[in-house]
Nanobody, 124 residues
């Protein structure tokens, strides 16, 4: 399994931006599909965006399309989520996760390694 540590969360006003990072341990980061998920209080964990091991394929939830951008740097073992035009409904704990090697998925159950999460709060 790969160890994951998120950073970059915080409090931001509506319309603002944040950039989340996820640092991964191990030498096999470049073989994993990576994803960002979020969970708001009282709600189920949901997919935000996923990216294939090469970075050539991406998926975005409808709620974030056009506002969020997922990217990765395999040389630095790091996953990113650029979040622009943030809305109060984006408030949640954000998690990064890794799937099995060479397997593209958007379902939380297909991701076996998870970070501890970082809180994002969008409020005026």
């Amino acid at each position: 399994q790969v160890q994951l540590v998120e950073s970059g969360g915080g409090l931001v006003q509506p319309g603002g931006s944040l950039r989340l990072s996820c640092a991964a341990s191990g030498r096999t980061f470049s073989t994993y599909t990576m994803g960002w998920f979020r969970q708001a209080p009282g709600k189920e964990r949901e997919v935000v965006a996923t990216i294939s091991w090469t970075g050539r394929s991406t998926y975005y939830a409808d709620s974030v399309k056009g506002r969020f951008t997922i990217s990765r740097d395999n040389a630095k073992n790091t996953l990113y989520l650029q979040m622009d035009s943030l809305k109060p409904e984006d408030t949640a704990v954000y998690y990064c996760a890794a799937s099995s090697p060479y397997t593209f998925s958007v379902r939380p159950r297909d991701f076996s390694s998870w970070g501890q999460g970082t809180q994002v709060t969008v409020s005026s």
